[in-house]
């Protein structure tokens, strides 16, 4: 067995405490990933457990035919990134951290581990050239497949003030 192979069957294997599920044979959607991320990290040993605005710049690729998206982009210091983590396990519904040992539900972590493994990182945006982008900030393996990007704030998202009444309650119709 090859060590990436045996760095694969370690991430992958089932914790205990953890609860698998069967991956449905439905398909709800098709994702297009409109790029590709190059980072230093070759594996997920490799990579940090959070991407920080201090760790490496890494380079975002973009496909055709969406590189004219990247207009308008340099104006803003930030972006959020959107990426498939493809390398992750998709199958369990309680996971045990490598960290406590304790088990919680996949929708209370921020594993990649996840029925559908979209992670999302805000990055220090460093530089905006013919195709692609600069950032730091970035926790992902190198060839990670790319799903969006989205500027930190535009003034076509404005914040929303807080609700004085507090949260809404929904209503049984």
Not at 113 to 124: M, Q, Y
Not at 135 to 150: I, N, Q, S
Request: glycine residues 6%.
């Amino acid at each position: 067995m090859s060590l990436s192979e045996r760095m694969m069957t370690a991430w992958d294997a089932t914790r205990p405490g953890e609860v698998e599920a069967p991956l449905p044979v439905r398909i709800d959607a098709q994702v297009v990933f409109v790029g590709v991320i190059r980072t230093p990290f070759p594996s997920r040993d490799a990579c940090p457990r959070q991407g920080k605005s201090d760790g490496p710049v890494c380079r975002i690729e973009i496909h055709d035919p969406w590189k004219p998206a990247l207009k308008g982009l340099d104006r803003f210091a930030r972006v959020e990134v959107l990426y498939w983590m493809h390398q992750a396990r998709r199958d369990l519904v309680q996971q045990s951290p490598k960290s406590n040992g304790e088990t919680f539900g996949t929708f209370a972590l921020r594993s990649p581990v996840r029925p559908n493994p979209i992670a999302t990182s805000l990055c220090d945006l460093v530089a905006v050239e013919e195709g692609a982008l600069l950032v730091r900030g970035l926790d992902c393996v190198d060839g990670t497949p790319l799903v969006d990007l989205k500027p930190d704030r535009c003034a076509y998202t404005p914040l929303v003030p807080p609700n004085p009444d507090g949260p809404r309650e929904t209503r049984a119709e």
